[in-house]
């Protein structure tokens, strides 16, 4: 029984795997599918389609699968027709929340993301009802392995970027949200591609969570980034680890 209960634990975990991958490859698509319709389908003239083409090379899209998703999004009349939309609201203990979302069906991904909200103790908002505690940035990050502190920040300050924090973890670059390409390339041009190009929300004030609203959080956070039409999700909460741990036990 032991070694039937084993087999049915690993099948668990690796059918949660293959839906993970899977929705991290829908996601992909649809950025690039925007991407290479927003301009040309060549990503050397297409900063938005290079970004999106990093970030599918991030969780390992097969290269026939990503071009097929720019073939598709660039032929005539092919494809879905993708809108970006963007959601506001506020989790429990008044955290707040942005979900970013591209979908084919405004109603549908509307609903669902209410549906998240409600589920987990929050209430969806107007928009602009929170994104005026978050300031728009542009980041770029790269691993502690790709330069020193000094030359990240040398090579920042010249690429017009506003900060960088440098750790054991990595070099994260904040710049203005419509400077981000070409600090991006700037970067690029000396280290190499980056982990992550993107838009960032950075929040001005933090909520600290106990455990019981922490895990509430945590599931509203999971149950919005499963959905499909959602592309990224943004909230002002922070996990002190004493009870990060206790919640991952």
Known sequence: ??????????????????????????????????????????????????????????????????????????????????????????????????????????????????????????????????????????LVAYPASAASEDDMLEAAIEAGADNVESGTEGHEVTCAADSLFAVRDALEARFGAPEVAKIDWRPGTVVTLDEEHGATVLRLIDALDDNDDVQAVYANFDVPDAVAERLSA
């Not at 949660?16 to 389908?41: C, H, M, N, W, Y």
């Not at 969780?59 to 970006?84: S, W």
């Open 1 to 138: 029984m032991a070694g039937h209960s084993q087999f049915k634990n690993i099948m668990h975990r690796k059918g949660a795997q293959d839906a993970r991958r899977a929705r991290q490859f829908a996601k992909a698509i649809r950025e690039i599918t925007v991407a290479a319709r927003s301009g040309l389908p060549d990503p050397a003239s297409n900063p938005r389609l290079r970004a999106a083409l990093s970030a599918a090379q991030k969780v390992n899209m097969p290269k026939d699968t990503v071009e097929r998703a720019i073939r598709k999004a660039t032929g005539a009349g092919g494809g879905e027709d993708y809108v970006e939309v963007r959601y506001e609201g506020y989790g429990p203990a008044g955290v707040a929340v942005i979900v970013e979302a591209l979908t084919d069906n405004r109603n549908r991904t509307a609903s669902d993301v209410r549906a998240a909200f409600s589920k987990h103790g929050g209430s969806l908002g107007e928009t602009n009802s929170v994104s005026f505690m978050f300031t728009r940035v542009g």
